[in-house]
């Protein structure tokens, strides 16, 4: 989950080590640029100050700046939400489906192996099918639930998009998996549980104001010049 006030605080965190960082070490800092670029900046914080017509044209500089910043964003997470065509998305694993589903059941069982021997490492089979199920209760999983997770997993499709002979495929990896390790899938679906497909899911983004990105380029380049001075 997204916690701004966390972010907010390493923010300030950075800047309170900056500070102190900068303190202890300000007989190097005290050069003739940081002299001329502080005069600068200062002269700068008083000229808006005094006047009131530019101090009215730097907010609405600002708001103009925040407004693009916002509608960048929104077209960016638009423009990545769009399903790619078929020649556009990444390739099957490996080029060969049945090479990366054997390797995905061997490390299953090597770490459901690991869990067995110590609780604390490792998980279990039904627990690594629920993450991919987005913790869902394992016996709300049907049949085609997994089928759409193998079919997006293995071939970078929905399941109206593959053909004939990757149908079959898919159906036998599902029947497959219920053989391996023990399971009966209920028939049908569950429209209430849905596999994670990365380029399929919905994106769920947010974004600081442009200010804050401008704070932490600021600090990342205040903190590499005085790292360089010390």
Known sequence: DLQPHLMYGALLAAARGLY??????????ASWQLFMSMCVL???LLKITT???LRTA?????????AAFFVWMRVTRWRMQQVKPLLERLPTPGRNPEVVFRRTIENILEVAEWHRSCEDIGRTPEEWLQ??????PFEK??????????AWAFWTKAVPELDASEQKEAHRMSSEVERAFGWKFPE?????VRPIRINFDTLRAWCHPAC????IALLRVASRQSLRLL
């Open 20 to 29: 102190f960082s900068t303190a202890q070490a300000a007989a190097i800092l």
């Open 42 to 44: 200062g002269l700068l």
């Open 51 to 53: 006047s009131a017509r």
């Open 58 to 66: 730097v907010l609405m500089a600002l708001c103009v700046v925040e």
């Open 131 to 136: 993450g991919w199920f987005r913790h869902a």
């Open 141 to 150: 999983i049907g049949y085609d639930d997994v089928y759409e997770l193998i």
């Open 188 to 192: 049908g679906s569950d429209p209430e």
């Open 212 to 215: 804050y990105y401008a704070w």
